[in-house]
């Protein structure tokens, strides 16, 4: 006899996922003003109340969801990169954020359920942070040198996206940053 519980949790995770790339999409097109739980559940196909069972606390839970799967990408493009290739890695980074700025602003500006440096962290936020300490090659257990070169890179991607820092001096940029932590 077979039960229905196997193909529930399919489904539930299916339905999740949608609910998450639905929002990813309409807030990379419209900005994430436009992310609403009714705006939401009209583009798939559901209830609100069925977008609640996945995510109780509705639009903050969502951009939670969507910012750890920013992380995973983001760690993705960093462990592409060898050990000590400051430069590429640091490109890579500030390429992400480029490519996808309502994901970013997702992972970095929106209130979310992400904390960060706590026992709270989301795995794929730690396994984000993991990688550029390896590319450190930081072992020290502060990992104050990875916090520093994150923050510039935050700040570099940030600083360009809103126009205040021009593109074209990028490369310049990321080879000194890359020297100060060689």
Do not use: C, N
Not at 123 to 134: C, G, M, T, V, Y
Not at 163 to 182: C, H, K, M, Q
């Amino acid at each position: 006899m077979k039960t229905t519980t196997g193909t529930h949790r399919p489904r539930a995770a299916q339905r999740a996922q949608a609910i998450i790339e639905t929002a990813r999409s309409i807030a990379e097109t419209e900005g994430w003003e436009a992310v609403t739980v009714r705006r939401l559940a009209t583009a798939i196909g559901y209830s609100q109340p069925v977008l609640y069972q996945h995510f109780s606390d509705g639009r903050r839970e969502i951009v939670a969801a969507v910012s750890r799967a920013g992380f995973a990408g983001l760690r993705e493009a960093l462990a592409q990169q060898p050990r000590g290739a400051l430069a590429a890695a640091a490109h890579s980074y500030v390429e992400f954020a480029s490519e996808h700025p309502a994901l970013y602003e997702a992972m970095f500006h929106l209130q979310s359920h992400t904390r960060f440096a706590s026992v709270e962290t989301p795995e794929e936020l730690r396994a984000s942070f993991d990688a550029l300490a390896e590319l450190l090659d930081d072992r020290d257990e502060s990992h104050v040198r990875t916090e520093l070169f994150w923050s510039a890179l935050h700040g570099l991607a940030t600083l360009e996206r809103d126009g205040r820092l021009p593109t074209s001096r990028r490369d310049a940029r990321i080879a000194e940053l890359a020297r100060v932590f060689a």
